[in-house]
């Protein structure tokens, strides 16, 4: 029953095996998923970032939606909810499209309430040469119950020669924060002289982590999928080896990950930090903060 369970909310959800318009071409699934979209629990809320393939995926979309069709609802930034209508067929009330620091609360039936609030990025968006830009990209605050998640999608931190990082994220955890847990991009970004505009580095991560305010981040947006421009500069192993690196010169690091040790979701021992910790997770483990 629905009492037994938790508010399940689920971040740009893709099971496809290529994340782009055809199944035939693209960058392809480097690692599986946890499980068959056909075997996925019942969700509450699906949050998408932006409407890039790799993180607003049709079939995944569509199949939810055919299973679910009034139990679930949509949240995306401005300009997604037409996309969500007239392509999945959802109804105007089952989908929520929100402006940067503009929030929701939606009442769960027997489960409680969750509050969504869509946050600034340093990214874009586009599903063709044609809306290059005309959607909204975002980050999300998630709270229920006292515990709060913030999911970052796709952002850079501080392009090549940008005379700044970007100030969204200091402002996320003074308004927002802090956050029991946060996932942080940490892949696809190499060559940064190219792909810095778009996309954060597992260093600057590591400061998007401190500027949140957050107790534990877990690295993301790494290994899933390969293809395009970072596939031909970046080995797919570099990512978490650069995260894990950063993190110990800082004495922030808790572990976990394919090769490492099991992740410590606990601040413990002398080496914990006022700015908390941060680490890696295996496909279909478990967080609990």
């Known amino acids: ?62 199949h939810i939606y055919d299973k679910q069709g009034g139990r679930v609802h949509f949240v995306a930034g401005l300009g997604n909810k037409k996309w969500f209508t007239q392509h999945v067929g959802c109804q105007e009330d089952e989908v929520s499209e929100l402006d940067w620091w503009d929030g929701c609360e939606l009442d769960v039936k027997d489960l409680g309430k969750v509050r969504l609030t869509c946050c600034p990025t340093q990214h874009g968006s586009g599903r ?7 959607t909204l990209w975002c980050s999300w605050a998630i709270e229920s119950n006292g515990t709060k998640l913030y999911f970052a999608g796709d952002t850079a931190y501080k392009a090549e020669d940008a005379p700044a990082a970007c100030p969204a994220f200091q402002e996320i955890g ?19 002289q190219w792909m810095g505009s778009v996309h954060a580095t597992p260093e600057q991560s590591l400061q998007i982590h ?46 976990g990950g394919p090769q490492g040790t099991p992740l410590q979701t606990e601040e ?22």
């Open 128 to 134: 063709s040469i044609n809306d290059q830009g005309q």
């Open 1 to 62: 029953s629905g009492a037994e369970r938790g508010i399940r909310v689920l971040c740009d959800p893709v099971f496809s095996e290529r994340t782009s318009p055809f199944q035939w071409l693209g960058p392809k699934r480097y690692t599986p998923t946890p499980c068959a979209l056909e075997e996925l629990p019942e969700v509450d809320v699906v949050c998408i970032s932006h409407n890039h393939y790799d993180h607003l995926d049709y079939a995944t979309v569509q």
């Open 268 to 289: 413990t021992g002398p080496g914990s930090s006022e700015y908390g910790g941060v680490g890696l997770c295996e496909v279909g483990e478990t967080v609990a903060v």
């Open 174 to 192: 003074e308004s927002l924060g802090p956050f029991d847990l946060a996932l942080l991009p940490i892949g696809l970004m190499s060559p940064h």
């Open 210 to 255: 401190k500027d949140v305010k957050s107790k534990l981040s877990i690295g993301m947006h790494w290994g899933t999928v390969r293809g395009g421009i970072s596939a031909h500069y970046e080995d797919v192993r570099d990512p978490p080896r650069r995260w894990q690196a950063a993190a110990e010169k800082e004495s922030l690091w808790r572990g």
